[in-house]
């Protein structure tokens, strides 16, 4: 059975950094693909970040160069590692297990309970 488990979240200044950690349980962890979502009030979840069994990176327009995501197979473990937050990265954050097809990252239906994020101006 998959769990995820989200943690690393809280409150931080515009501009700080906050490293985020999604601990996977469950086989097949080094050959799937993951991936983090935010969901801010109101609005749908998105996807944030996504990285393949082979370490190759994806990211949203919105957060390009400023998170990354990085994955420890041995430890079953994905991070994201958020620089320079912004008002506008107040959401919750979840990680989740999924697939590519292609360019385009499809989720599996495993998720986490999520981590708060909050940014204040």
């Known amino acids: 059975q998959v769990q995820l488990a989200e943690s690393g979240g809280g409150l931080v200044q515009a501009g700080g950094s906050l490293r985020l950690s999604c601990a996977a349980s469950?086989?097949?962890?080094?050959?799937?693909?993951m991936g983090w979502y935010r969901q801010a009030p109101g609005k749908q979840r998105e996807l944030v970040a996504s990285?393949?069994?082979?370490?190759?990176?994806n990211y949203a327009d919105s957060v390009k160069g400023r998170f990354t995501i990085t994955r420890d197979n041995a430890q079953k473990r994905v991070y994201l590692q958020m620089n320079s937050l912004k008002p506008g990265d107040t959401a919750v954050y979840y990680c989740n297990r999924g697939h590519y097809s292609g360019p385009r990252y499809y989720p599996y239906d495993y998720w986490g309970q999520g981590t708060q994020v909050t940014v204040s101006s």
């Open positions: 469950g086989s097949m962890f080094s050959i799937d693909a």
């Open positions: 990285i393949r069994s082979s370490g190759s990176t």
